[in-house]
Every structure is written in C-alpha cells, then in structure tokens.
C-alpha cells in the first residue's frame, strides 16, 4: 500500500468516526433489508472473474453485520440469491451456490446471529435445504441479529406463497370460501408472509447505483426508506453504512397523509 492510499484511508475513518458522533441513536432503523449488488461488476473493474467478485461479496456479510452489532439494529434481511438467478449460466450457478451455502454455516457457526431463511426451499439444491434447516435450528436459541438470508426468493413468489398457505390453512381448518373471503384482511396475509412476527423493514439498502427494488420484499416495503448507494458491494464500507443510517434518520416519515 503507497502513502496515498494510507492517507485515503486514513481520511475515510475519520470521516467516519464523524459521521457517527453525529448520528442519532434513537433514530437508528430495527430492521435493514440490504440488496447485495454489484459483485459482477466490481469483479470486472478489478480485472478478475465473476466467482472471486461472489466471493468477495460474501466475505463483506460479516463485516456489515458487525457494524449493525454497534447500533441498535434487530432484524437484517440479506438477498443472496432471487429467484431470477436460477438463470445464470451453469458456470456461475453452480459455484455461486456453494459460496452462497458456506455463508450461511460462517453465519451459523459465529455465534452471534439467529439464522431464518426466507425464500422457497422447493428451488433450492436438497444439501442447501439441510444446511438452511441445521442453521436455523442451531441458532434459534441465539439472543442476536436475526439475519433473514434471503435464498431462492422473489417478492412475488412470497406473496404467492403466502396466499397458498392461507387457503391450505383455511382448508385443514374446514373454513369455507365465503367464509375466507369474509376474514382476509392486511394482518392475515402478514401471518402468512416469511417474515411473519418480524418488524417490517424501515431501511432498505441497495448498491451499485441501481435504483429499483427487482421485487425485493414487495409487501413488507411499503413504508420503508430507500437508500441507493453507488459503491458496488463488495467495496462497501463503513462510512456508506453510516451514511445510510444517517440519511435515515434525517427524514421526516408521514404515514396515511
């Protein structure tokens, strides 16, 4: 490292370190939703290939995750993997998985996170499936973050999902259609929801410049706070982690006016 990119980086943690002595405590968001882009990208720029840029995005999850240690933050919902990357070439695919399942057990096996996965297991290769189940089931007793790892999802798929299990519900219950129809209602969708029992996101992050959500968390976002960072993920650093909590809490939300 040259004496330049010392003092830029020097200058970046004192800026930081500014950017949190300002920030309000009270203001800091319980549940971040945190759409991972630009490891395609920031691979590319570095001359280097797409599975090292995946790599390099999942080694940032736990730096990320232990700067929401150091706030108040309860729920962190991570998109690894939608459910329109089954597309992806083989060649990607495949190694992107397995990244994607060694996340998950690093997760896991640190000790300071409650794992749940929010997606659709039926797309998911069966080792991928195991390794979901043990993670959660290991750290259910965990008193942390609830990391949601959001794996084969899609925002439509889960809104899909959600209305199927409500009516199979109905039926084990022998409640009939008109019946049904009389009873839903915002609340009873919710309960259906992979999420269900967990705060709605307040602040969604989103890098690489790309500014649309790609159907992440369709229902649970409708009064959630964007925050659209040009940094592909893997440079990610804590000064953009802070800007986003402080962007946040600089804005005035007014709910049903």
Request: proline fraction near 3%; charge should be negative; include cysteine.
């Amino acid at each position: 490292m040259n004496l330049r990119d010392k003092l830029r980086g020097l200058l970046v943690r004192l800026y930081a370190r500014r950017v949190e002595g300002h920030l309000d405590t009270a203001q800091v968001p319980k549940h971040i939703g945190v759409i991972m882009d630009g490891n395609r990208r920031w691979a590319k720029a570095a001359g280097s290939s797409t599975v090292h840029g995946h790599r390099a995005g999942a080694d940032k999850i736990g730096e990320f995750l232990g700067w929401c240690t150091e706030t108040d933050v309860e729920v962190v919902t991570l998109w690894l993997l939608s459910t329109d990357n089954f597309d992806r070439p083989k060649e990607e695919l495949v190694p992107l998985l397995g990244i994607i399942e060694d996340v998950v057990r690093t997760l896991a096996a640190d000790g300071r996170w409650r794992v749940h996965h929010v997606g659709t297991l039926d797309l998911l290769p069966s080792g991928m499936q195991t390794t979901l189940k043990e993670a959660e089931e290991s750290t259910a007793h965990v008193d942390g973050i609830v990391v949601n790892v959001a794996i084969g999802y899609g925002g439509r798929q889960e809104i899909a999902d959600a209305v199927r299990s409500m009516l199979l519900d109905a039926h084990e219950k022998g409640t009939s259609m008109e019946e049904l129809a009389e009873a839903v209602d915002v609340d009873m969708i919710g309960r259906h929801l992979y999420t269900r029992a967990q705060p709605d996101p307040d602040l969604v992050i989103r890098t690489s410049g790309e500014q649309r959500l790609s159907g992440f968390m369709l229902w649970q976002t409708a009064h959630s706070e964007y925050y659209f960072c040009e940094v592909f993920w893997p440079a990610f650093r804590k000064v953009d982690f802070l800007r986003a909590l402080r962007d946040y809490a600089a804005r005035h939300r007014r709910y049903g006016g």
